[in-house]
């Protein structure tokens, strides 16, 4: 990590290498999660785990969760349970529809990949990209252990997506821009990738108050989750600047400092504002 610098002190260059590195240990790990890859003193003391990789019984209940919310639940290899976040992305997955071509955002071991690639079927796509190559590897495992072969793994940032313009019918991503220094980049991206009359559905942590200062100033914490959420109006603005239209919160649900929300936004059909 980078020692006791805060993260106000620290380049976006310092901070994504802070979080790669937590969901690097979270991902070579298959024991620890990343709450105790990542947490700190501060962490501990204010409850705010980490919100992803939870332990193995903790797997257990998020999988009921997924169940309840109606995913088509598959049989997870190990491999592809060890990056879950708390909170599923069901609203993507339930809307997902034969022969689509979907980009996860931070796809981690894979999880929410693997539900679109079933939704989509073999005539539609699964692309996820995650800058963690451990990540990708497990995610790359996880399929193989599945037979998906409509599943493909590119390592890079979502600041500035490895993916051709327009060639995307729906991004979906999990607990993860949150994470990102620059995320008016990373919906700019995300309009780009998409074809006009494409849609993004996305669930993250996302603030209502402001968070206290040494929350804020503590990377375990921003790794966790936690520190790097914006306040909802600031976020649904960054979509919005970006070109997307008709962008509504379909639900939200209270994590620790912040909410975990699930947004739905569209690119226009004429590809602009
Ligand atoms: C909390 S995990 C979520 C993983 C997955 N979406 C899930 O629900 O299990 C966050 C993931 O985002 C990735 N990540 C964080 N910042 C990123 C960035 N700027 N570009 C690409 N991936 C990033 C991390 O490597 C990690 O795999």
Known sequence: ????????????????????????RAAQSTR????????????????????????????????????????????MPDSGTESFTEY???????DLKEGEVVLDLGSGAGLDMFHAARKVGSTGRVVGVDMTQAMIDNARDGAEKLG??????????????????ESIDVIIS??????????????????????????????????ETELSEDIRQDISCYAGCIAGAILEEEYLQHIRNAGFVD??????????QAFNTRIVAYKPKSGNN
Request: aromatic share 4%; with cysteine; hydrophobic share 35%.
């Open 32 to 75: 620890d999660d990343c709450c105790s890859a990542s947490a700190s003193e501060t962490e501990r003391n204010h409850g705010t785990s980490s919100c992803c990789n939870p332990e193995s019984a903790e797997l257990n209940s998020r999988t009921n969760h997924v169940e309840e919310l109606g995913y088509e639940v598959v049989k």
């Open 247 to 256: 962008v509504e919160i379909v639900d939200k649900v209270a994590w620790k």
């Open 148 to 165: 998906l072969d409509n599943v493909e793994f590119r390592l890079g940032d979502i600041e500035e997506i490895p993916v051709e313009d």
């Open 88 to 94: 599923a992305n069901p609203v993507a997955i339930a």
């Open 174 to 207: 999990n607990c993860v821009i949150n994470l990102a220094p620059n995320k008016a980049k990373v919906f700019q991206e995300a309009f780009r990738v998409l074809r006009p009359g494409g849609r993004m559905m996305v669930s993250d942590m996302i603030l």
């Open 1 to 24: 990590m980078t020692g006791t610098k805060k993260v106000s002190e620290m380049s976006s260059a310092e901070i994504k290498e802070a979080v790669r590195k937590s969901y690097e």
